[in-house]
């Protein structure tokens, strides 16, 4: 199984702040097709997941230009150039490579 | 409205069975593979299978603590997948969310809003 690693677990950012969360897979994530199958998620506090970004680094509908995914391989960060308070949540990085798809452990984002 | 609409939770005893229903509304599921995710209470997330769609065979994959127990279907001219649960352990407890997968982003794109399934005597 393909382990997913964060870092770190808990991120408290001042608003305004940017923030960087970081996502290390056990195997590349880059299949055949080109494609590298590394996506973020946020679930919001009583809410179910939503995604953030898909395919590394493309933002999904709807998410602000303010969330950014880079990286490649098996390392990858999710950035916020600047925390608002509607960011808090916890963020998972999750590999859709091969099943069973893995989910990091977490990073729980709270405002200062 | 696009939505996912997960419902047949409720408590079980040690090694009961339950299942799982999973309608979607707003856009044809049938497109889609559907998967399942679970989330134990103050936990993170644990994917516990997908099925894919029909141009896909309706390919079935399961995390290895539920393989043996549990079996994904669907029915699309229902719009509606299922989660069967059999044998079912305490440590199965947990929030059940299903969610679209898109194989055009690699992502799942739609989820419900969960279905809390509780093992206990």
């Known amino acids: 199984d393909i382990v997913m690693t964060q870092s770190p677990l808990s991120l408290p950012v001042t608003p305004g702040e940017p923030a960087s969360i970081s996502c290390r897979s056990s195997q590349s994530l880059l299949h055949s097709n080109g494609n590298t199958y590394l996506n973020w998620y946020l679930q919001k506090p009583g809410q179910s997941p939503q995604v953030l970004i898909y395919?590394?680094?493309n933002r999904a509908s709807g998410v602000p230009d303010r969330f950014s995914g880079s990286g490649s391989g098996t390392d990858f960060r999710l950035k916020i150039s600047r925390v608002e308070a509607e960011d808090v949540g916890v963020y998972y990085c999750m590999q859709g490579l091969q099943t069973p798809f893995t989910f990091g452990q977490g990073t729980r984002l709270e405002i200062k | 409205e696009v939505q996912l609409v997960e419902s047949g939770g409720g408590l079980v005893q040690p090694g009961g069975s339950l299942k799982l229903s999973c309608a979607a509304s707003g856009f044809t599921l049938s497109g889609s593979g559907i998967s399942w995710v679970r989330q134990s209470s103050g936990k993170g997330l644990e994917w516990v299978g997908r099925?894919?769609?029909?141009?896909?065979?309706?390919?079935?994959a399961y995390a290895a603590s539920v393989t043996g127990r549990f079996t994904l279907s669907r029915d699309d001219s229902q719009n509606t997948a299922y989660l069967q649960m059999n044998s079912l352990k305490t440590e199965d407890t947990a929030i059940y969310y299903c969610?679209?997968?898109?194989?055009?982003?690699?992502?799942?794109?739609?989820w419900g809003q969960g279905t809390l399934v509780t093992v206990s005597s």
């Open positions: 099925i894919r769609n029909k141009a896909n065979s309706y390919a079935t």
């Open positions: 395919l590394g680094s």
């Open positions: 969610s679209s997968y898109n194989y055009a982003s690699g992502s799942f794109h739609y």
